[in-house]
């Protein structure tokens, strides 16, 4: 099974931020990695599916890239409301999540 | 607009059984395969089953941790999945979501196992 490391589990930065979240899987996913968000009592939010392909009506601040086991989530100037958690998911290979990372402003 | 709403859930002693639903509206249900994913408290995210769709013959599939106790259907008729948990275990306490292929996504039902 595929096993996915997400870091930092919890990361506190100022709005205008560049924000970065790291996934490294078990092995190679060839891109097959989506970013989600999701914040506080609400459902799971596709951002990024594939790697690097922003999802309809999500703001283009946020960005990913990476290949072969590693993968970044980048929010470009982090907003008040981009605080949430964020998690990444592998569908390589049947579906193994990220652990998550917390966003909270500073 | 999409939308998936779980239903189902509460307080369930050990050892006993509990139907969730996933019912939905927004899209053409019969199209998508199916997934439910769950969370235990404090813990990451757990892919659990999937059920695909009648041109895939309505294939399932399971989590390890679940396999031979948890049943997915589906009712294409009234654009629900089912998540039919029996045995459960304490193990088994989290939330649970429904989701088309992991593009969207229910707002979740909290399960408790406990006596």
């Known amino acids: 099974d595929i096993q996915m490391t997400q870091s930092p589990s919890f990361l506190s930065a100022s709005v205008g931020d560049r924000v970065t979240i790291n996934c490294k899987a078990s092995?190679?996913?060839?891109?097959?990695l989506n970013w989600y968000q999701q914040k506080l009592g609400e459902a799971p939010k596709l951002l990024i599916y594939?790697?690097?392909n922003l999802q309809t009506g999500i703001p283009s601040r946020f960005s990913g890239s990476g290949s072969g086991t590693d993968y970044t989530l980048t929010i470009s100037s982090l907003q008040p409301e981009d605080v949430a958690t964020y998690f990444c998911?592998?569908?390589?290979?049947?579906?193994?999540f990220g652990g998550g990372t917390k966003l909270e402003l500073k | 607009e999409v939308k998936l709403e779980e239903s189902g859930g509460g307080l369930v002693q050990p050892g006993m059984s509990v139907k969730l639903s996933c019912a939905t509206s927004g899209f053409t249900f019969s199209d998508y395969w199916m997934e439910w994913v769950r969370q235990a408290p404090g813990k990451g995210l757990e892919w659990v089953a999937e059920?695909?769709?009648?041109?895939?013959?309505?294939?399932?599939y399971y989590g390890k941790s679940v396999k031979g106790r948890f049943t997915i259907s589906r009712d294409d008729s009234k654009s629900i999945v089912y998540l039919q948990v029996n045995s459960i275990r304490s193990e088994d306490t989290g939330i649970y979501y429904c989701?088309?292929?992991?593009?969207?996504w229910g707002q979740g039902v909290m399960v408790t196992v406990s006596s």
């Open positions: 594939n790697t690097n």
């Open positions: 059920i695909r769709n009648k041109a895939n013959n309505y294939a399932t």
């Open positions: 989701t088309t292929g992991f593009d969207y």
């Open positions: 998911l592998q569908h390589s290979s049947r579906w193994t």
């Open positions: 092995q190679n996913i060839n891109k097959y």
